[in-house]
């Protein structure tokens, strides 16, 4: 069966949708079983067929687009620019209805945090360690390898960008197909501060 709010396949014993939460009107303990033409869905009327072979409707968004499109949109933002990826997702936390939505739009925005906040810490170990090594300088026993250190952080900066644009590049491509890119703890942050 299919849930009737957005569109994703459920399993036929489902009480509420996993991915946006709406209740399916299955008991517990009761399964609800699809239901198909006695046929199989191979008559001759094309009703039947279609009804059988039928797509899941898409969930738009208020633009006018799928919501898993509007998600790969906002996952890709940031990978273009950061600003644009808090224009994106603001809109959708402001405007958008759709929980599933905001949530992917709160996710985009909490992976680029969470890199960002990464690479300012590579940053700050990088300058502590050229203001400790100005200090031993100063003193005369000895300077530490400076540019070492420098091409360390400079590679493990660069490496937390790389990290950084996957993870947004495969959660765009999973959103576009209206899965749910998991990520633990944040998913967990996200569930527990987005109302339904």
């Given at each position: 069966m299919f849930c009737g709010k957005?569109?994703?396949?459920?399993?036929d014993d489902e009480v509420v949708c996993p991915w946006c939460g709406e209740a399916t009107g299955v008991e517990v303990g009761e399964k609800r079983y699809s239901q198909q033409p006695?046929?199989?869905?191979?008559?001759?009327n094309t009703k039947e067929r279609s009804y059988v072979n039928r797509e899941p409707v898409k969930p738009m968004a208020l633009l006018g687009?799928?919501?898993?499109?509007?998600?790969?949109?906002?996952?890709?933002s940031g990978l273009i620019s950061n600003?644009?990826?808090?224009?994106?997702?603001?809109?959708?936390?402001?405007?958008?209805?759709?929980?599933?939505?905001r949530a992917v739009a709160a996710k985009a925005i909490l992976i680029v945090c969470i890199f960002g906040a990464i690479a300012a810490g590579i940053t700050m170990v990088e300058n502590g360690i050229s203001g400790f090594n100005y200090l031993i300088m100063m003193v005369d026993a000895?300077?530490?390898?400076?540019?070492?250190?420098?091409?360390?952080?400079?590679?493990?900066?660069?490496?937390?960008?790389?990290?950084?644009?996957?993870v947004l590049l495969i959660a765009g491509i999973q959103a576009f197909h209206c899965n749910n890119f998991r990520v633990g703890f944040i998913d967990r942050m996200i569930n527990r501060n987005i109302q339904k």
């Open positions: 957005c569109g994703k396949q459920l399993e006695e046929n199989g869905g191979y008559g001759r687009i799928s919501v898993g499109l509007a998600a790969m949109m906002i996952y890709f600003t644009i990826l808090v224009v994106a997702a603001g809109y959708v936390l402001l405007k958008e209805e759709d929980r599933w939505l000895g300077p530490l390898d400076r540019m070492a250190v420098q091409d360390l952080c400079s590679f493990l900066n660069y490496a937390c960008l790389i990290v950084r644009d996957l």
